[in-house]
């Protein structure tokens, strides 16, 4: 191929070439401040990444306070994702006080949009009784609602081999209305009630 005759080939080659020579780190750091700018603006989307961002330190330096700070923007606006993170955050102590009541209030929330992975944890906590009244049976309604994530097949199982058959018949009736109020709330969320 004949590149003389094609300048605007080798520019855009060049310009491919150009864009290649940033670092991982420093593309990290160009995808926060792309985030940044658009969570100054409201975007709940970007909010909760630059609240994932300040958590991991990935792309800025690690700090839980600003996590905290960013997923409650988001969390406020109805973003189950962030919830789900700021859920996360209290229950553990980081960048926030520990508080068991506020992290089940918001995986509650976000697991009542059909938002999985705050179904998924809340599984966790019906399992292990945190926050919550330890309850096997809504642990497996809760991890039932949750079977797109790989976390809550292997809940489900561990709790079928401790659980009577009539627990299991319980667990899958409290799914069952589980899955019927979310679907309710959701359908009404939509109409605007």
């Known amino acids: 191929m004949n590149f003389a005759a094609r300048p605007w080939l ?4 060049l310009g491919l070439l150009a864009g290649c020579s940033d670092t991982p780190e420093q593309r990290l ?8 700018t658009k969570a100054e603006k409201g975007d709940v989307h970007a909010q909760k990444e630059i609240a994932e961002k300040f958590r991991t330190g990935k792309g800025v330096k690690k700090d839980q306070v600003q996590a905290v700070f960013w997923y409650q923007k988001a969390a406020k606006q109805g973003y189950a994702p962030a919830q789900n993170g700021l859920a996360f955050c209290y229950m553990f102590g980081m ?9 089940i209030s918001l995986y509650q929330t976000a697991a009542e949009q059909g938002y999985a992975p705050a179904q998924s944890f809340l599984g966790v906590c ?6 919550v009244a330890k309850d096997e049976i809504e642990a497996y309604a809760f991890h039932s609602l949750a079977r797109t994530e790989d976390a809550s097949h292997k809940w489900l199982a561990t709790l079928q081999k401790k659980m009577s058959a009539g627990q299991i018949v319980a667990g899958e ?3 069952r209305e589980l899955q019927k109020e979310i679907e309710a709330k959701i359908a009404a969320k939509k109409a605007g009630k």
Request: charged residues 35%; glycine residues 10%.
């Open 173 to 175: 009736r409290r799914f």
């Open 10 to 13: 080798v520019a855009v080659i």
């Open 126 to 131: 019906y399992a292990l009784g945190w926050g």
């Open 29 to 36: 750091i160009k995808e926060f401040e792309d985030y940044k």
């Open 95 to 103: 960048g926030a006080e520990k508080d068991e009541i506020q992290a």
